[in-house]
């Protein structure tokens, strides 16, 4: 059964770092191309980062340019997105995107 999980949201203060996961199951995610989106409230779902399934470079939207970086552990079957320097408009729910699927999304909050 093809399945995948996100986790790693929460809340932190601003100039935080947290690292969210996507674990999958049922399929070699490393095989895949792999997306992060999120969507706040009253906006849009955006593009966060993008890993191409083989080949080619990421990719990030450029508010999170140099902050972001996503990353992948096949060994795990999983795939990162590891944010620094946390800003309050980084407050989303983030969702994972591969195989035209959407995770079920963890909600990331940047507070003081």
């Known amino acids: 059964q093809v399945q995948f999980v996100e986790s790693g949201g929460g809340l932190v203060q601003p100039g935080g770092s947290l690292r969210l996961s996507c674990a999958a199951s049922?399929?070699?995610?490393?095989?895949?191309?792999v997306s992060w989106y999120r969507q706040s409230p009253g906006k849009e779902r955006e593009l966060v980062a993008a890993?191409?399934?083989?080949?080619?470079?990421?990719t990030y939207v450029d508010s999170v340019k140099g902050r972001f970086t996503i990353s992948r552990d096949n060994a795990k079957n999983t795939v990162y997105l590891q944010m620094n320097s946390l800003k309050t408009e980084d407050t989303a729910v983030y969702f994972c995107?591969?195989?035209?699927?959407w995770g079920q999304g963890t909600q990331v909050t940047v507070s003081s």
């Open positions: 890993f191409p399934s083989t080949g080619g470079s990421t």
């Open positions: 995107y591969t195989l035209g699927r």
């Open positions: 049922g399929f070699t995610i490393s095989s895949y191309a």
